[in-house]
């Protein structure tokens, strides 16, 4: 089992800024990418950054100079940082990390259990 555990969201006014923190645990031998996904009431849930082992990374054109995604490959952890948050932004927020696991050697995708994002003033 991978285990992906999310912290960091909550409310802040419109311009301000959160950081995201997601911190993979389990029968890890190697973690390929990592991301960010998010969905909004009524809406489906779309990819907002991901970040490969190797530092590429790719974002939704709607947060590209704004959100930037960064990992700790040493903790198995990435991260997001949301600046000049939009009330467009409020959605729920979940990890997403794939692998290979140790002993198995049998891959994985796993996604963390999701947290709340409200901006609004």
């Known amino acids: 089992q991978v285990q992906l555990v999310e912290s960091g969201g909550g409310l802040v006014q419109p311009g301000g800024s959160l950081r995201l923190s997601c911190a993979a645990s389990g029968s890890i031998f190697s973690i390929n990418a990592m991301g960010w996904y998010r969905q909004a009431p009524g809406k489906e849930r779309e990819l907002v950054a991901r970040i490969t082992s190797g530092g590429n990374t790719n974002y939704a054109d709607s947060v590209k100079g704004r959100f930037t995604i960064s990992r700790d490959n040493a903790k198995n952890t990435v991260y997001l940082q949301m600046n000049s948050l939009k009330p467009e932004d409020t959605a729920v927020y979940s990890c997403?990390?794939?692998?290979?696991?140790?002993?198995?050697?049998?891959?994985?995708?796993?996604w963390g259990q999701g947290t709340q994002v409200t901006v609004s003033s």
């Open positions: 997403y990390a794939d692998g290979i696991r140790t002993m198995t050697g049998i891959g994985f995708a796993s």
